[in-house]
């Protein structure tokens, strides 16, 4: 089976270097199909593994490839690590993965750069797969940056736009911030447990007693970095701006790739944080102000994909508020389910732009659900599924999610509900003023609206199925019934502290409480988002007329500008400072002195290149003169 293993990685690997050099020369159709041919390929095989352990016949592989790095009692090894965990992500990268290549080719169809955009799409999912896939890391770390390098060349695609590129710069370098923190903790890592290998440190951890402060810095240095790239609080404003770049790669950042990697690494280290307490205590309040701060900007934005963006934002704060609770599984969950409804909606949103002729704005949409109505019913389906409305996915995952916080602290509890309430609210707010009401745009928009062809709306059904039905494998122990999630999930978790959980600590009675209240706070919110904008047809204010504190939020709290103010304006003057001292004062003064200086002597030498043979007698006779002097006399 190592074959199949190298097949997944490779496979998209193979789709860039075909569409990086020939391209240009194939048709579009024939490209596209060489793009999602070679995810559907690794999704087939991820598929094989899934089925074999799923069935008890497919045991971990842990392998290492070859030798790396290897000097001293260091020996680092490029290995790959197959396990119940990593099938999970490969099973949600390949196969949502696929499903937005296929929406790409009719999407993108039109566009120049058409083979280099389907490049770029394969080797971002090559580099996620490797992220989870590497056994050490080192290796994890590779795809780590390769992902980050991706989103770079994906947001910025459209690079003749200014706004776009500076949006690909903000996630490059904020990432990087992160990744500071992800490099020092290696390094620290090796120092003191001489490997960077997860299954030896789990080993090592086990079988020593390691500090505990030095575990604390471990694991909070590895958070620095899953802050960054899963977007967090305070590295977090490169995410909404993600969505300058074609709406399916907004799809392919927000919910099957990038931002998943740092939740990955969290789950996949779970044995440091377990021995980590404060630091999972910090994951979880930054995961839950995060959450509600991302909701309540939400509430306000009226770009369609900026909307889903600080949903994207809150819905892993959520998620992080799980691990920071040590309920791993009940993560996993949700960052499965989440997966399925916001690809959907991203890419019911990218239908409705496409539609709209480039339009964003919902200000200026509405009575799309007449014109529309496959995008309609399922961004419907998967905006129910994210507010956690029964039986829809995001109910099993979130709720199960509330259940453990509940436990574990009542405070961020609050908090978290807080922000699913909102989040109810502002899809629903997204849903009427797209769908509902009368037509808002031009009279020429609303001649040419039209529903999206099929090779958009196929994998919008799909990703709604998957989003209606999806919660079904984790329907609640505590309920008598079988979580299957977690039960696959038990061998990854296995030999740590028990995992926390709602099946685990909360009572059934309490557990039913917990998700009737929650239920009931987000159709309470979907009802009143139904007065607010369909019975009382309220619009949201006019750009500039925003006033008080919704100018406040709908400016997103000027984060943006404060970290202008703080960073951005001191670093460039200090640039500044430095073009004109050290490098024009300074060193250009050296070159262009020097440059100077041979023109000047180089223009006193040629005097002595006059044509004159007399001349040049002389100098021979004085020169040899010379030499006898030297030789005979001085020396």
């Known amino acids: 089976m190592l074959l199949e293993l190298y097949l997944i990685i490779l496979l998209p690997l193979a789709g860039f270097l075909i569409n990086s050099f020939v391209g240009k020369s194939l048709s579009k159709n024939i490209s596209g199909i060489i793009g999602s041919a070679s995810i559907l390929a690794s999704f087939i095989l991820s598929c094989v593994f899934f089925l074999g352990f799923i069935n008890g016949n497919q045991q971990k592989i842990d392998i290492n490839v070859f030798d790396w790095i290897s000097f001293g009692y260091f020996n680092i090894s490029f290995g790959l690590l197959l396990d119940q965990l990593s099938i999970i992500w490969l099973m949600v990268i390949t196969g949502v993965g696929f499903l937005i290549h296929v929406y790409s080719v009719s999407y993108m169809h039109d566009d120049d750069n058409f083979s280099i955009f389907f490049s770029y799409l394969n080797l971002f999912i090559f580099f996620m797969l490797l992220l989870v896939l590497g056994n050490s890391l080192l290796v994890t770390f590779i795809g780590w940056e390769g992902v980050g390098l991706c989103s770079y060349l994906l947001i910025g695609f459209w690079y003749k736009n200014q706004d776009y590129n500076n949006a690909a710069k903000k996630a490059f370098i904020m990432n990087r911030i992160g990744d500071l923190g992800f490099l020092v903790a290696m390094f620290v890592l090796l120092y003191h447990f001489k ?16 500090n505990h402060g030095l575990m604390v810095w471990i694991t909070v240095l590895l958070f620095i970095g899953a802050m960054g790239k899963s977007a967090q609080i305070p590295l977090y404003t490169w995410l909404p701006d993600a969505m300058a770049g074609p709406t399916p790669v907004s799809a392919l950042i927000h919910a099957a790739t990038m931002v998943t990697g740092g939740i990955y690494i969290i789950v996949r280290t779970h044995f440091m944080y377990e021995l980590a307490p404060e630091t999972l205590q910090f ?16 509430v306000f934005q009226n770009d369609i994909k900026k909307v889903l963006a600080y949903s994207t934002v809150s819905q892993l704060g959520i998620i992080f508020t799980a691990l920071g609770v040590a309920a791993f599984s009940s993560g996993v969950f949700h960052v499965v389910t989440h997966a399925f409804f916001k690809a959907c909606l991203f890419l019911g949103a990218g239908s409705v732009i496409h539609a709209l002729g480039g339009e964003q704005d919902i200000r ?15 961004f419907l389906i998967s905006s129910l599924a994210i507010s956690g409305i029964f039986p829809f996915s995001g109910f099993f995952s979130k709720d199960e999610i509330l259940g453990a916080v509940y436990e574990h602290n009542k405070v961020l509890w609050a908090v978290a509900s807080l922000a699913s309430l909102l989040t109810a609210f502002y899809m629903f707010r997204l849903v009427f003023l797209t769908f509902t009401g009368e037509f808002r745009g031009t009279d020429e928009q609303k001649h040419h609206l039209h529903e999206s062809p099929a090779l958009i709306t196929f994998p919008l059904i799909v990703l709604a199925l998957l989003a209606a039905a999806g919660g079904f494998m984790g329907l609640p122990e505590g309920l008598g019934f079988h979580h299957g999630l977690k039960a696959f999930l038990a061998p990854v978790f296995a030999g740590g502290k028990p995992e ?8 059934s009675s309490t557990e039913i409480a917990l998700m009737a209240f929650a239920f009931v706070v987000a ?12 019975t009382g047809k309220s619009q949201p204010a006019k750009e500039g007329e925003e006033r008080g504190l919704v100018a406040v939020i709908y400016h997103k709290y000027y984060i943006d ?12 003057m200090l640039s500044e400072l430095f073009y004109e001292v050290v490098d024009r004062t300074f060193v250009d003064g050296m070159v262009n002195r020097s440059g100077k200086f041979s023109l000047v002597l180089g223009n006193q030498i040629r005097r002595l290149q006059s044509g004159y043979i007399g001349f040049y007698l002389l100098a021979m006779v004085l020169s040899m003169a010379a030499i006898f002097l030297y030789a005979f006399i001085i020396k």
Do not use: H
Request: aromatic letters at 16%; glycine letters at 8%.
């Open 195 to 210: 490997t960077l290998n997860f299954g030896a440190l789990q080993t090592a951890i086990a079988t020593s007693t390691p």
């Open 500 to 507: 926390a959980g709602p099946v685990d600590t909360v009572a």
């Open 561 to 572: 500008e404060i970290y202008n103010m703080l960073f951005v304006k001191p670093v460039m």
């Open 283 to 298: 994951v979880a309040w930054v995961g839950a102000i995060t959450a509600l701060f991302a909701a309540t900007i939400g």
């Open 364 to 378: 200026k949409m509405g009575g799309l659900r007449k014109y529309m109505p496959l995008t309609f019913y399922t």
């Open 523 to 534: 159709v309470v919110a979907i009802v009143f988002a139904y007065w607010k904008y369909v």
